[in-house]
């Protein structure tokens, strides 16, 4: 899981530089291919012959992705709470 967020990664890299060297605004683009290649990478956990292999693949990205994020800030409004009363 972490090399294919590593690889994730390196595709908004690779986008950012090319942002930056043409000055368009291509971020929504990097941000699907990043998903799609999760998804792709993660459905090859699965059963790389099944269509529904990726489809489990882009819900375990997107689940994953938008839990991660809801605790992350979750723990940001608890940390603020906790640092407002003392």
Do not use: C, H, P, Q
């Not at 590593?6 to 595709?11: A, E, K, Q, R, Y």
């Not at 942002?19 to 998804?39: D, H, K, P, R, V």
Request: net charge positive.
């Amino acid at each position: 899981m972490f090399f294919t967020v590593g690889i994730g990664n390196l595709i908004f890299v690779a986008f950012g530089v090319f942002e930056t060297i043409t000055s368009l605004e291509i971020g929504n683009i990097a941000y699907l291919f990043a998903m799609l290649y999760s998804a792709w990478a993660i459905g090859n956990f699965f059963d790389k012959f099944k269509a529904w292999s990726y489809i489990k693949g882009f819900l375990a990205y997107f689940l994953g992705t938008s839990i991660g994020s809801f605790l992350i800030v979750i723990i940001g409004v608890l940390v603020e709470i906790i640092n407002r009363k003392m």
